[in-house]
């Protein structure tokens, strides 16, 4: 149990997952259909992130964002 709640529980419905991250329909009641992308380890901010794991999950943002449009 740690004191994150994106680590403590999957923070939505879980659309798709692999061993880096996963994206879940969050439960936004005032943006639905709102989509977040979360890394499955624990990070505090983007920059603590190896620059190649940075691209890795951007790139993960981008092509959610782009079957959403
Ligand atoms: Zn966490």
């Not at 740690?2 to 879980?14: E, I, M, T």
């Not at 969050?26 to 992308?37: K, M, S, T, W």
């Amino acid at each position: 149990m740690s004191d994150c709640a994106l680590c403590d529980a999957p923070g939505g419905r879980v659309v798709w997952r692999d061993d880096f991250c996963r994206v879940v329909l969050a439960d936004e009641p005032d943006y639905p259909g709102f989509l977040r992308v979360i890394l499955n380890r624990h990070v505090r901010e983007m920059t603590d992130l190896v620059p190649a794991d940075r691209s890795r999950l951007m790139m993960m943002v981008c092509k959610t964002e782009q079957v959403v449009r």
